[in-house]
């Protein structure tokens, strides 16, 4: 028996063996450049080193495209799973909130939100004021109250008597629109702000297990409601938040951060099962090679 049969293939895969583990090593060692007198040692560093801000850059770009891209994560901040997690926390608040005795004035105060709520309330009146009375000055609310009481004087009036004040009626009219107008700016917010007040005050003193009763007695939808108003601010404010968000930026930053030896081990860590299939298939591809050169 030649023992070439066997050397050969053996050497072949030795050699098939070393050349594809040595390769992946070099992938990632060394991991800085070698000189030796001054002179550059080829493939130092390793291949993964010396390419590290590109690979970051295009894993970067992977990612931000195709894996995280903008529609993706508004989906994920929408989605069926996030909506359950929603209305379960929702359900638990609710029924917590079912047993509080305490009044949500009281309530307030124990958690030191007191002040931040009377703040809210002061600008929702404000707001609130502000846009009434912006509403009823484009829509001329003064103007078509005084005409209709100018109307409805006239149909009630003597035909005789109207004939005779008709030119003064005319006359002040105008005058009686704007100074409408003008009390509708200065006591239209203090009234509608008086009332904002006296509810504002009045839940407060309510206790905290009445508000949600009658929360869901008036809003039986609330739940739905909330998820819908949530699910509109996802669709129409997070656009420009995920935009700003810079998924490409943070992934190639994250990347240049890692240290090259804990880059390795994260790498190694993914793919050790493929790279050492590599490794073998390079010595089964060597006992090939051994064989195919004794035949030929």
């Known amino acids: 028996m030649n023992i070439e049969f066997i050397t050969a293939p053996l050497i072949g895969g030795i050699i098939g063996f070393i050349t ?10 060394p991991y800085k450049e070698i000189r030796i007198f001054g002179i550059h040692l080829p493939f130092t560093p390793g291949l993964i080193p010396k390419e ?3 690979i970051a850059r295009a894993i970067a770009q992977v990612i931000s495209n195709y894996i995280l891209d903008q529609n993706t994560i508004l989906e994920a901040l929408a989605s069926e799973s996030i909506k359950k997690l929603y209305e379960k926390k929702y359900d638990e608040i609710l029924a ?16 030191q939100y007191a002040d931040e ?19 009823c000055q484009k829509e001329e609310v003064a103007r078509k109250l005084v005409n209709h009481a100018f109307e409805q004087l006239r149909e009630n009036m003597n035909a005789l008597m109207y004939k005779m004040a008709k030119g003064a009626l005319h006359a002040v009219r105008e005058s009686v629109i704007e100074q409408a107008n003008q009390m509708l700016v200065t006591k239209g917010a203090e009234y509608v702000g008086s009332y904002i007040d006296q509810v504002y005050l009045e ?9 949600v ?71 089964l591809l060597g006992v090939l090679m051994g064989f195919v050169n004794l035949l030929f």
């Open 20 to 29: 594809n583990s040595l390769a992946i090593k070099m992938l990632f060692r």
């Open 96 to 111: 917590r909130w079912r047993t509080i005795q305490t009044t949500c004035g009281e309530l307030l105060e124990i958690h």
């Open 117 to 135: 709520a009377n703040i809210m309330e002061a600008k929702l009146r404000e707001s609130v004021c502000n846009y009434l009375v912006e509403q």
């Open 213 to 283: 009763m009658l929360i869901e007695e008036k809003v039986p939808d609330a739940k739905q409601m909330l998820w819908e108003q949530y699910e509109r601010t996802v669709r129409d404010k997070a656009t420009q938040f995920v935009s700003a968000f810079n998924v490409a930026g943070i992934v190639e930053e994250r990347i240049e951060a890692y240290d090259l030896a804990q880059l390795e081990q994260m790498i190694m860590e993914i793919s050790s099962k493929e790279l050492h299939a590599l490794v073998w298939l390079g010595g």
């Open 52 to 54: 590290k801000p590109r």
């Open 203 to 211: 839940w407060m003193d309510k206790p905290v297990c009445e508000v």
